[in-house]
């Protein structure tokens, strides 16, 4: 016990210039930076970093995993009067690589519905399955619409 005082006595003039006078401050000065120490997950002498003979305690738990999920977007097909389903049931096979039948179910969600998901993409690839959506509209002079909006 002796020892830890004596460490926390060199402790508190390393960084507050001398000790306080009375033991009644000491300890509440000590108990202060535990609670910094505790709240930052440092060791209590506010640099953020462990060690160096200090006081406190260690951080035990991770909150953030260490592979981040890159977002994801959904491309959304909108309903026209004009376009035909079978051209919009080719898009979905050909862009999204539906079967038919799933092709099929999706176009005509999307036109009793106004809208619905092609599929789900990390932002570049859901990017480029829209531009060729419509650029297949526009080579076939269709007013098929497509957008994409983050999950
Ligand atoms: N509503 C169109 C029609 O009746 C078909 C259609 C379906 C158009 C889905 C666009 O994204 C669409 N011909």
New binding site residues.
């Given amino acids: 016990m002796l020892t830890r005082n004596a460490r926390i006595c060199y402790y508190i003039g390393k960084v507050e210039g001398g000790a306080p006078s009375d033991r009644g401050a000491m300890v509440d000065f000590v108990r202060k930076r535990m609670v910094l120490a505790r709240i930052t997950g440092g060791d209590g002498d506010g640099d953020g970093r462990s060690g160096g003979g200090d006081i406190a305690t260690e951080r035990k738990t991770r909150t953030k995993s260490q592979t981040a999920k890159p977002p994801l977007y959904k491309v959304i ?9 079978e051209f ?1 049931v080719e898009v979905l096979e050909a862009v999204f690589h539906k079967q038919h039948a799933e092709a099929t179910r999706i ?1 005509l969600h ?2 009793q519905n106004g809208m619905g998901v092609a599929g789900v993409y990390p932002f570049e690839v859901a990017e480029t399955k829209t531009h060729t959506v419509e650029e297949l509209a526009r080579q076939a002079e269709y007013p ?1 619409k497509c957008v994409m909006e983050k999950e």
């Fill in positions: 097909l909108l309903n026209d009067d004009y376009t035909p389903m919009v176009m999307v036109h098929l």
